[in-house]
């Protein structure tokens, strides 16, 4: 998969989310949290 580099600022608070989100599924990266946190919000 080809990938595009991006910089976002994330807010403190969501990082917090995001980094409890991806202890809780063992997902290794922060990005692989964010990444699965968009595809799951892009197919509802």
Request: proline share 5%; glycine share 4%.
């Amino acid at each position: 998969m080809e990938r595009i580099p991006k910089l976002i600022k994330f807010p403190v608070d969501l990082v917090v989310r995001i980094e409890e989100y991806r202890k809780k599924h063992n997902i290794s990266t922060f990005a692989g949290a964010v990444y699965e946190l968009i595809r799951k919000g892009l197919d509802k």
